[in-house]
């Protein structure tokens, strides 16, 4: 089973907020450990992963944080900006391939 | 550099009707996806193929077929074209093998079926 949970659905926050957005998955065979952003319009494209031999990932204002006990991702956006504002996915997966299901999304809002 | 190429971008078709989507890729991924994406839905996988030569159902298979011609191309067919399946349909790539998990999109292809 590849239960994929993402939350919230939506969010909602003022700019320079800090953003953040859940993903809860099954299967702990899983190595790979992704966020996907997708602007109205556009595919979806890889925003930041993270592999299952560390905790966090830091790239700019983007921060992964991964629980691997509680089989809990997290996508973390410091200092929002309106141009954050999109549709985020996760996508748990095995990095070797195979099925990939993604999290229902969460469409993030930055307010000016 | 293409990526990810889909074709057509949109399609309107009356109930009943077929037609296939077209996808390739110029990446030397192994695996390839296909996907639909409707409103509050988010992505649904259809069917995948780990490589060349192999097809596998995805979460909401019903309705299609593929076909992976050869390494780069993977095609989606609709053999009876029913109001439900409008969306928007996402081809994606990988290497799908070590260091190689990050998934490429094409643009979409947006589908209408009266």
């Known amino acids: 089973q590849q239960q994929v949970k993402q939350s919230p659905q939506s969010l909602i926050v003022q700019k320079g907020g800090i953003s953040i957005i859940n993903c809860a998955y099954e299967?702990?065979?899983?190595?790979?450990f992704p966020w996907y952003q997708q602007f109205p319009g556009k595919g979806p494209a890889l925003l930041i992963a993270?592999?299952?031999?560390?905790s966090e990932k830091k790239e700019g204002r983007f921060t992964i944080s991964f629980n691997k006990s509680a089989k809990q991702f997290s996508l973390h956006i410091m200092d929002s900006q309106p141009g954050d504002s999109a549709t985020y996915f996760c996508?748990?997966?095995?990095?070797?391939?195979?099925?990939?299901?993604f999290g229902q999304g969460t469409e993030l809002s930055v307010k000016p | 550099n293409a990526g990810v190429t889909q074709t057509p971008k949109f399609q309107v078709l009356k109930t009943g009707q077929s037609m296939t989507l077209q996808c390739a890729q110029d990446?030397?991924?192994?695996?390839m996806y296909w996907y639909r994406q409707d409103p509050g839905m988010g992505l649904r996988l259809i069917y995948y193929?780990?490589?060349?030569?192999?097809?596998d159902k995805g979460e909401v298979p019903n309705g299609y077929n593929v076909s992976r011609l050869n390494k780069r191309e993977f095609s989606l067919r609709l053999e009876s074209a029913a109001p439900s399946q409008t969306s928007v349909y996402f081809c994606?790539?990988?290497?799908?093998?070590?260091?190689?998990?990050?998934?490429?999109f094409g643009e979409g292809s947006r589908l209408t079926v009266l």
């Open positions: 193929s780990a490589s060349e030569g192999t097809t």
């Open positions: 996508a748990p997966s095995y990095n070797q391939g195979g099925k990939l299901i």
């Open positions: 994606a790539s990988r290497f799908g093998s070590l260091g190689g998990g990050e998934l490429f």
């Open positions: 299967n702990t065979a899983f190595d790979y």
């Open positions: 993270i592999r299952p031999d560390v």
């Open positions: 990446m030397n991924h192994n695996s």
